[in-house]
């Protein structure tokens, strides 16, 4: 199993430019989600799927699109980068199931807003 | 809502020294309880957890007990080497109130000197 895949790796945007940070789970969990890690500040979630069709916001969703159209896709796209978007962002999936939820965490993709 | 509050960083230790980072977190209801390492440029990993009360969670010499009296997930480590270079966050989870989901606290960055 490859796990929990994220694509591109870095990534440069110019302020206004959108783009479509790519999440990919083998796994067959139901659960995805997006966080945005910044310094001194942990993980934040940005976006979560319950299952296929199903999205909700998280703690700093503005600025930020999803989609989850099959169980192994749950893309984040940027409708108008801002500087302020400069982060790492990590793309995770769990089971979901009662008596622990472990994340399972993509290697992350750092993107730098100009 | 819930939340979880860590031992401020950075850490600096020698090689065989002992390791606690506090953890102690907030919640309505009754979660499950993770410490997640992060290695310098990749996502995080399960490291370990407790998923009810008194449960004492290990891995590769790592221990935290599950402490719903004093509401704290306390990661301790008898003798650190400097492969445990790292930050650690400390993150719940609660199936029933919010599946998929989980919290994290800020991380604390761990640095060992030989």
């Known amino acids: 199993n490859a796990g929990v895949t994220q694509t591109p790796k870095f990534q440069v945007l110019k302020t206004g430019q959108s783009m479509t940070l790519q999440c990919a789970q083998d796994?067959?969990?139901?659960?995805m989600s997006w966080y945005r890690q910044d310094p001194g500040m942990g993980l934040r979630l940005i976006h979560y799927?319950?299952?296929?069709?199903?999205?909700d916001q998280g703690e700093v969703p503005n600025g930020y699109n999803v989609s989850r159209s099959t169980t192994e896709d749950f893309p984040l796209r940027l409708l108008s980068a801002a500087p302020s978007q400069t982060s790492v962002y990590f793309c995770a999936s769990s089971n979901g199931l009662a008596g622990g939820n472990e994340q399972f965490f993509g290697p992350g993709t750092r993107l730098t807003v100009l | 809502g819930d939340s979880v509050t860590q031992m401020e960083g950075p850490v600096t230790l020698s090689e065989e020294a002992f390791l606690t980072i506090n953890c102690t977190y907030t919640?309505?209801?009754?979660?499950?309880l993770f410490w997640y390492v992060q290695y310098p440029g990749e996502g995080l990993q399960l490291l370990l957890k407790a998923t009810k009360a008194d449960d004492k969670g290990s891995n590769k010499g790592f221990e935290a007990t599950y402490r719903k009296e004093t509401t704290s997930f306390h990661l301790e480590k008898g003798s650190v080497q400097v492969s445990d270079s790292a930050v650690y966050f400390c993150a719940l989870s609660d199936y029933n109130t919010n599946a998929g989901k989980s919290t994290f606290g800020d991380g604390t960055t761990l640095t060992v000197k030989p």
């Open positions: 796994m067959n969990h139901e659960y």
């Open positions: 799927s319950v299952g296929a069709g199903i999205t």
């Open positions: 919640a309505t209801g009754y979660p499950s």
